[in-house]
């Protein structure tokens, strides 16, 4: 079932997703990944702000190729999100409601996700070319000196993503694949 | 003695860098529009059309089909007849991956020290495997490869005694264990035999081979094929998210072994199997 989403995101947006749907985001989105991520946490412990509001926010697990001249980024698929999972659920407690990535997640993310009542997407990986259409607009707004892994605020335009991981428990990578297992006996 | 000049190799492995980023070879794409029409499951199928349209954007756009434009693997196959001149081989190498990357706006994704990381800047050092061959031309061979497969690979020193169902076993251990994570449909390199580096170099040479390119070997050729349905019976399907297609192709590299070993890699390539070469 195809739906839409605009940033930033309250909690009731979030119930009514499934595990397995495509939602099309709308609004201003940061992207963030390895490095960036160890240092926002880094922050959280010396109980020091952080460089972006994460409230109701999503994040975009990125780190885009350099842009053509007149074009606000270059490509821009996702990075396997299991890397993140160790800084995943403090961000969620700060109030992060979604993830973008691809891959499986931890079980602690997956709780912390039912616990808040987020949601974790996947993009498709690779589809870098595809993806980038969907940005408008890009800046970035931390940790300049990482270069590509620095912190961005974009903003997209039905930027497609497929619920994994909704606040009710499901995994789109265990029901998906069930699902269709289960199809192929009976036909 | 034939010579090839330096400023000619890092000319080509800047052009090889950049066209393999922009430029999904025509056998790979063949294979997903194939697996495509195969795949009766809708997402799977859904899902494929949509790596295939990015593919097309890419080079209608002569734009990275990735943003992760990989570490530059390199394999360079030397006639004995060839003398390099007015440079070293690998710098010259180096310096045509630092311009590739620039020029091509391709990202930078080396760091110059595992534990400290700090990022190089120009995507150098690229990894360069070489190897002496009669003759007097010069084959290089660029792949440029991403970390969201490459991490999902797995190498095990299996017993003797394990034989062919140990070696499939791993296969399909190592494909589970990976999952969503590699961009599947995933193309999987294996090397079997030789000792601990070599398995694993043959799993990753394999890659550079084409689609329609089977193992001399008719055992071997047979095994391709046989894991490959294999691995297709997993369900796991196009970004995990279920269905026929998890690989499109299984490549099997094999080489002689200790009486004691039985040395397995299995390499793991996203969808965006990328590789170009030139034969100077």
Known sequence: ?187 | MKQIDAGLITKEVKRLVMEANYFLPDDVMEALKKAKEEEKWELAEATLDKIIENAEIAKNDVAPMCQDTGMAIVFVEMGQDVRIVNGYIEDAINQGVREGYEEGLLRKSVVGDPLNRVNTKDNTPAVINYSIVPGDKLKITVAPKGFGSENMSRLKMLKPAEGLEGVKDFVLETVELAGPNPCPPIVIGVGIGGSFDRAALLAKKSLMRSFDDYNNNPFYADLEKELLELVNELGIGPQGFGGKTTALRVFIEYYPTHIAGLPVAVNIQCHATRHKEVVL
């Open chain 1, 1 to 187: 079932m195809k739906k839409t989403l605009t940033t930033p995101l309250k909690v009731e947006d979030l119930k009514d997703l499934k595990a397995g749907d495509d939602v099309y985001i709308t609004g201003y989105i940061y992207t963030a990944r390895d490095a960036a991520h160890k240092r926002l946490v880094e922050l959280l412990e010396q109980g020091k702000e952080l460089p972006i509001d994460v409230e109701g926010a999503i994040i975009y697990y990125v780190g885009p190729t350099p842009p053509k001249e007149g074009e606000p980024i270059g490509s821009a698929g996702p990075t396997t999100s299991y890397r993140m999972d160790s800084y995943a659920p403090q961000l969620l407690d700060q109030g992060l409601l979604g993830m973008i990535g691809k891959g499986k997640r931890g079980q602690e993310v997956k709780d912390k996700i039912v616990e808040k009542g987020a949601v974790y997407f996947a993009a498709i990986g690779g589809a870098a070319a595809l993806i980038k259409k969907t940005i408008k607009s890009a800046e970035v707004i931390a940790y300049e000196d990482l270069g590509a892994e620095a912190i961005r605020k974009i903003y997209v335009e039905d930027f497609p993503v497929t619920v994994i991981n909704d606040a009710h428990g499901n995994d789109l990578y265990e029901s998906g694949r069930k699902e269709y297992l289960e199809w192929l006996k009976e036909n």
